[in-house]
């Protein structure tokens, strides 16, 4: 079973530029998080959805960052225009709902350098 | 406010000797607790889960309420358990979103 997937790895740009982040998560998975994690910073929670649904967005930074999630299925996570501090890695997860909603499943994460 | 706390960044201990990694938390309510794990090159992987109980690759980790506490320990530490530890806490209900700790980094030495 492919596990979840972001697009890219990797990017860079520069300052005042847009990126948007990918995220598929597992197939069926109807919750997907969105965390990031700045250089020498914990984990933090962005937001949540549940299929297409924002359940919650109490973790976005600023209404420079914009997450959709298209029919339930993949999430993008755009950051326009980007700053410096912007700057780190982007993990998605998604878990299932019902019996094992608590586990969620990482996947490897969207390096973003902001120059 | 919620937060995790894991005081030591870096942990060596050699091959064979225990391991206890700390995690001390704070929440209002009754938080679930976690530990994450990852391996280089890996992505991050749920190891344990507090209400389970389970013992996951020899690792245990006891709730302890009085200390707001979640430690995550092992008796005798394997050179395939070095690797990043999270403490992990979600208040539960509907949103199961994780708050960090900042992570301890394991090394074990043959």
């Known amino acids: 079973e492919a596990g979840v997937t972001q697009f890219p790895s990797h990017s860079v740009i520069e300052k005042g530029q847009t990126v948007t982040l990918r995220c598929d998560p597992i197939?069926?998975?109807?919750?997907l998080y969105w965390y990031r994690r700045v250089m020498g910073k914990e984990i933090k929670f962005l937001l949540h959805?549940?299929?297409?649904?924002?359940?919650?967005e109490s973790g976005m930074p600023n209404n420079r960052f914009l997450a959709e999630r298209t029919g339930g299925t993949y999430s993008t996570l755009k950051v326009q225009p980007a700053e410096l501090e912007d700057s780190g890695v982007y993990f998605c997860?998604?878990?299932?709902?019902?019996?094992?909603?608590?586990?969620?499943?990482f996947g490897p994460g969207t390096r973003l350098t902001v120059t | 406010a919620q937060r995790v706390t894991q005081p030591e960044k870096l942990l060596s201990v050699f091959k064979g000797a225990p391991v206890e990694l700390k995690c001390n938390y704070s929440?209002?309510?009754?938080?679930?607790l976690f530990w994450y794990v990852q391996y280089s090159r890996q992505r991050l992987q749920l190891l344990l889960r507090?209400?389970s109980r389970e013992s996951i690759k020899g690792f245990t980790a006891d709730l302890n309420k009085g200390e707001t506490s979640f430690h995550l320990k092992k008796p005798f530490a394997q050179e395939e358990d070095s690797a990043m530890y999270y403490c992990?806490?979600?208040?539960?209900?509907?949103?199961?979103?994780?708050?960090f700790g900042k992570g301890t980094l394991l090394t074990v030495n043959p």
């Open positions: 197939s069926g998975h109807d919750n």
């Open positions: 997860a998604s878990s299932q709902v019902g019996a094992n909603y608590y586990e969620q499943y």
């Open positions: 959805f549940v299929k297409e649904s924002k359940q919650d």
């Open positions: 992990a806490l979600s208040s539960g209900g509907s949103n199961y979103k994780l708050t």
């Open positions: 929440y209002s309510g009754s938080p679930e």
């Open positions: 507090h209400i």
